[in-house]
Nanobody, 127 residues
Framework: QVQLLESGGGLVQAGGSMRLSCVAS????????MGWVRQAPGKEREIVAL????????FYAASVKGRFTISRNSGENTVSLQMSSLKQEDTAVYYC????????????????????WGKGTLVTVSS
């Protein structure tokens, strides 16, 4: 049974930092791109960050570029998102996701069509 399990969400003050982690199990994700997708209340899901299967390629949404860093440990099937200089508008449920396609296709496609999803972790940024 494939499972992506997120951890690290919670409440943080604006300007603070937080690290999200995701552990994938049930299969090997060595050949999969992995990433983080968020959904704020009343808004559609948006890709926050992606990392290619070998870590050589990354993508960040314009709204988080320079503030968030994605990393992965393929040997341990984990992906992390280091978030800094957090803003209230970063408040959302953050989902870990994995997909077998190259990043260019994931970005061009429908985010909900990513292959595997975690259940999400809530990040709340207070003023």
């Amino acid at each position: 049974q494939v499972q992506l399990l997120e951890s690290g969400g919670g409440l943080v003050q604006a300007g603070g930092s937080m690290r999200l982690s995701c552990v994938a199990s049930g299969r090997s994700f060595r050949s999969y791109a992995m990433g983080w997708v968020r959904q704020a209340p009343g808004k559609e899901r948006e890709i926050v960050a992606l990392i290619s299967w070998n870590g050589a390629d990354t993508f960040y949404a314009a709204s988080v570029k320079g503030r968030f860093t994605i990393s992965r440990n393929s040997g341990e099937n984990t992906v992390s998102l280091q978030m800094s200089s957090l803003k209230q508008e970063d408040t959302a449920v953050y989902y870990c996701a994995a997909d077998s396609r190259p990043l260019v296709y994931i970005k061009a496609g429908v985010v909900e069509q990513m292959n595997y999803w975690g259940k999400g972790t809530l990040v709340t940024v207070s003023s």
